[in-house]
């Protein structure tokens, strides 16, 4: 048999060799807009968008302004990216090896964002900030880049601690920093804390899948400092006054830390640090609980139980919709007026509060179930990419995006959520500079919070 020449095929080759795609070490450039995009995504509200003329949270003025800036800034990071790899396309085909699931979901969303568009449906900016935002951050730091991560960690910490301490600022001064506003309109019988998260339930949700990360996952910072932010995040959900949050932070970080508490004492080795602050906490809790209910602070979170301004009852009326649908309504979706006027009627000016019904309802259940296979595809991929303990967060998350629209209507939650898991959740680096498999034990100083 001849023997087949060593320049045959060598363009392609050095691209996709037998060993896999050529790997192109990640510029400045790339890294330092990704942590700009994450910075954008975290820190900048539609509230503050609408100080400098930007439109984000309302219905009107320019189609363009219905587009978070991160995602403009993550388009342009992966352009940017995709020429410095070389070869634009070997650059797609190259993260898409790495990110298969990753990849049907941006694939899912832009498909369907045609659909909306030709059909003249609500939800394309949906499609984008929702979906297909997401993953393309995924896709980029699949690349693996520990100078990113490290940046992307230290934005995180940074942005989530402003956001709870302007969070108590405005709930003890009672003024609003930056408001929610929709079309220019603020809400001004509505004086929960916005910060930078814009929306207080959305501030709720980031915040009580934080305080989960910081009990499982956040190994770079000590014991202590986890610690001392998971108090700051718990009094900053109560200003937030998300009801479902707050609940879920409570239960599930509560069992967390009793069951690994007590697998820590079983073992026999206990940090003298981390027991001279709990019996320290424990000391000054009724300090700090009567003073909490002399300004009011318990007063605000009993409010939120007590009133909820009809969301339970519309939870229960959403599934009413469906009975004064046909078949073929339900299955590639209702006329958009008449669904409207039937949702009013039914008495849910404030929305469908899930996100499975309302986009059933306004797209048609084969639209939801192609969104619903990618989205599980994609979160199974991303948890694989993590370190163990993010079950933790990633059942809160499951659990808080169907308490309300979330995922079905325009949000950024999503890419918020994935980049705290791949960040707080960076696996441990192992021998040649490549992180470990997410089973592999960590070493000690990397072990969740005990």
């Keep these: 048999m001849a023997a087949v020449p060593a320049a045959s095929g060598r363009g392609s080759s050095a691209a996709y060799g037998m060993a896999g795609p050529r790997t192109v070490p990640v510029d400045a450039l790339t890294r330092l807009g990704l942590t700009g995009a994450v910075l954008l995504l975290f820190a900048v509200s539609g509230g503050m968008l609408w100080l400098v003329g930007y439109n984000y949270d309302g219905l009107q003025g320019s189609a363009l302004t219905k587009i978070h800036p991160s995602t403009y800034l993550l388009v342009l990071v992966f352009a940017w990216r995709s020429c410095t790899f070389g070869n ?24 369907l964002l045609v659909v909306v568009i030709v059909r003249q449906r609500p939800g394309m900016a949906g499609m984008i900030d929702t979906f297909l935002a997401p993953a393309l951050l995924v896709l980029m730091v699949s690349e693996d880049d520990e100078r990113t991560f490290a940046r992307l960690q230290v934005v995180i910490h940074a942005v989530m601690t402003v956001n709870a301490l302007l969070a ?13 506003r929709f079309d220019g309109a603020v809400f001004v019988a509505d004086l929960r804390s916005t910060a930078l998260q814009g929306h207080p339930l959305s501030n709720a949700t980031v915040t009580a899948i934080y305080v989960l990360a910081l009990l499982s ?9 986890r610690l001392a932010l998971v108090g700051l995040q718990f009094c900053a959900l109560v200003a937030f006054g998300g009801r479902s949050a707050m609940v879920l932070a409570v239960l599930l970080g509560g069992v967390y830390m009793l069951v690994h508490g007590f697998a820590q004492l079983r073992t026999g080795r206990v940090n003298l640090l981390a027991a001279a602050l709990v019996i320290m906490a424990c000391a000054l809790l009724p300090v700090a609980i ?18 909820d301004s009809g969301s339970a009852n519309a939870r229960v009326e959403m599934f009413d919709l469906f009975n004064q649908l046909e078949l073929r309504d339900i299955i590639v979706g209702p006329d958009i007026d008449i669904l409207e006027s039937i949702r009013r009627i039914s008495g849910l000016e404030q929305g469908i509060e899930n996100p499975i019904i309302r986009m059933t309802l306004y797209q048609g259940a084969f639209f939801t179930l192609l969104i619903f296979v990618g989205f599980a595809l994609f979160m199974h991929e991303v948890a694989r990419r993590c370190c163990p303990g993010i079950w933790l967060p990633m059942l809160g998350w499951l659990i808080l995006i169907n308490t ?12 918020k959520f994935v980049v705290m898991a791949l960040a707080l959740y960076r696996p441990a680096m192992v021998s040649g500079g490549a992180p ?4 592999n034990r960590l070493p000690s100083r990397l072990q969740p919070l005990r």
């Design 290 to 307: 009567a003073l909490a209910g002399y300004y009011g602070f318990f007063d605000a979170l009993l409010g939120r139980f007590i009133s």
């Design 88 to 111: 634009p396309v070997g650059y797609v085909v190259h993260v898409t090896n790495r990110r298969p699931a990753t990849t049907l979901m941006a694939v899912i969303a832009i498909v």
């Design 217 to 225: 996952g956040s190994r770079t910072l000590s014991t202590p400092l």
């Design 168 to 180: 108590l600022f405005e709930f003890a001064t009672k003024h609003l920093v930056f408001p929610y």
């Design 436 to 439: 470990g498999a997410a089973g």
């Design 404 to 415: 309300s629209e979330s995922l079905a209507s325009k949000t950024t939650l999503m890419t």
